[in-house]
């Protein structure tokens, strides 16, 4: 799309944006939302109040509800199985359930990865 059809497509999209706008400003809904707004601000600015204590205060559970889920959403985590490594050239067997164990690491590096998951008999 060439520069000047683009511009011209944003023109009108502008265009349109800003006869929505006007439209919105002349309705009277809006005119009661804002007016709503402004009353209710000022007469929190006047007691000291908060949107976050005006809620507390007509629904002192909402805090628990919405955060509650969030916490409830995760699944427990499955526990890793035991595995017995028995190495064939020295009978030693090693009891792990991950592969962070000193003495299996010596065994890969010394016969290779693939090779010491091969001893695996559980």
Not at 34 to 52: A, M, Q, W
Not at 71 to 99: C, F, L, M, W
């Amino acid at each position: 799309m060439s520069r000047l059809a683009e511009f011209r497509k944003l023109e009108q999209t502008l265009a349109a944006q800003l006869a929505e706008l006007e439209a919105m400003k002349g309705s009277s809904e809006l005119q009661a939302e804002i007016e709503f707004e402004t009353k209710l601000r000022d007469l929190l600015n006047k007691y000291g109040y908060s949107l976050r204590d005006i809620i507390n205060i007509l629904d002192p559970q909402a805090n628990r509800r919405t955060a509650a889920p969030a916490a409830t959403d995760k699944a427990p985590r499955r526990a890793r199985q035991v595995k017995q490594y028995k190495n064939p050239h020295s009978g030693e067997v090693i009891e792990t359930k991950g592969g962070n164990h000193r003495q299996l690491k010596e065994w890969k590096a010394e016969y290779g990865s693939d090779e010491v998951e091969s001893w695996v008999s559980k």
